[in-house]
């Protein structure tokens, strides 16, 4: 069974992508890598791949796909598209594996197919990783499903992170429960071009919720780990979403330190994913010292 593994990055987020690559690779991921952008240019760091034709890339056993991706939305709400736009594309494809790229992989892979074999695969969030059967958000979500052609099939009771998503092909109908509530949503004049954190209160303020408004609507398989597998406990094994901001390419980890906060083990994983196969970072040796030094300043100076 042939894995297929997605991320969509916009900006400097490539830098994060060439390090989940990385992650992806030391734990054994064989297959295709698709990454979808809306840059004019490829990042530097498709020099040191052995190309393999326009856009196209190879390293050690992956083909890595740098796909241009017009998507009328911003990027986080068109997941579903995205993921079943590859299952369409490529027929031998037999699981999708989508992940944002500031998550690493921390596992060796044949758990990531195990796990995706179970259906839908995702972890919990870290900010309210349980919630309510009663919470009134899913009186909204429910209109929304009714309103989507769908009807609600169970109320989980949890509410995912959308940073991670598998399934194997015969659980694909998720996807389509999921664009369908999202298109839905544009048609009823939802704003699907940013999200909205600051208006947390509303039932929908970005991707997550049109994923868990889709869990209500659907009746087949899924595979759920809590919010520790996504490190969001300090706990790292399976994998490591850096939600932070700045993102750890961007982080002056010395000025933070001296500000008394404390250097991340996320960005600690980040930079140690980045020392290879591929090598995006320019200035990794320097921000390796700063990020040392910064621990040890953190040891006797905190906030």
Same mark, same amino acid.
């Given at each position: ?88 594309? /490529? @027929?031998?494809? $037999?699981? %999708?594996?989508?992940?944002?790229? &500031?998550?690493? !992989? *921390?596992?060796? +892979?044949?758990?990531? #197919? ?44 949890? /509410? @995912?992170?959308? $940073?991670? %998503?598998?399934?194997?092909?015969? &659980?694909?109908? !998720? *996807?389509?429960? +999921?664009?369908?509530? #999202? ?121």
């Amino acid at each position: 069974m042939k894995s297929l593994l997605l991320t969509l990055y916009q900006n400097d987020y490539h830098l994060g992508a060439a390090a989940m690559i990385n992650s992806a690779l030391r734990q054994g991921f064989q297959g295709r890598i698709v990454l979808g952008h809306d840059a004019a240019e490829l990042p530097a760091w498709t020099n040191q791949l052995q190309t393999a034709g326009p856009g196209v890339f190879r390293i050690e056993e992956a083909e890595i796909v740098f796909r241009s991706l017009p998507a009328p939305r911003h990027f986080g709400f068109h997941k579903p598209f995205a993921m079943r736009q590859m299952l369409e594309e /490529y @027929p031998d494809c $037999g699981q %999708v594996f989508y992940a944002d790229p &500031d998550v690493l !992989f *921390l596992s060796p +892979w044949p758990f990531f #197919t195990g796990w995706a074999s179970l259906g839908v695969a995702y972890c919990l969030d870290c900010h309210f990783p349980h919630l309510p059967e009663t919470h009134p958000w899913r009186t909204d979500w429910a209109r929304l499903i009714t309103a989507a052609g769908h009807s609600v099939a169970r109320i989980p009771g949890h /509410y @995912p992170n959308s $940073g991670f %998503v598998a399934l194997p092909r015969e &659980d694909a109908g !998720f *996807l389509t429960v +999921w664009e369908d509530l #999202t298109t839905t949503y544009e048609k009823e004049g939802g704003n699907t071009g940013s999200f909205q954190l600051e208006e947390r209160h509303h039932a929908i303020v970005g991707d997550q919720d049109l994923m868990a408004a889709a869990l209500m609507a659907w009746n087949g398989r899924e595979s759920v780990v809590g919010p520790e597998g996504m490190g969001f406990t300090d706990y790292f094994y399976l994998l490591a979403h850096d939600i932070a901001r700045p993102k750890a390419w961007r982080r002056n980890f010395l000025r933070e330190a001296l500000k008394g906060v404390k250097p991340s083990a996320a960005s600690a994983l980040f930079l140690e994913a980045s020392e290879g196969p591929i090598r995006a970072l320019p200035d990794l040796e320097a921000r390796r010292f700063s990020f040392k030094v910064a621990q040890a300043i953190s040891r006797v100076w905190k906030r």
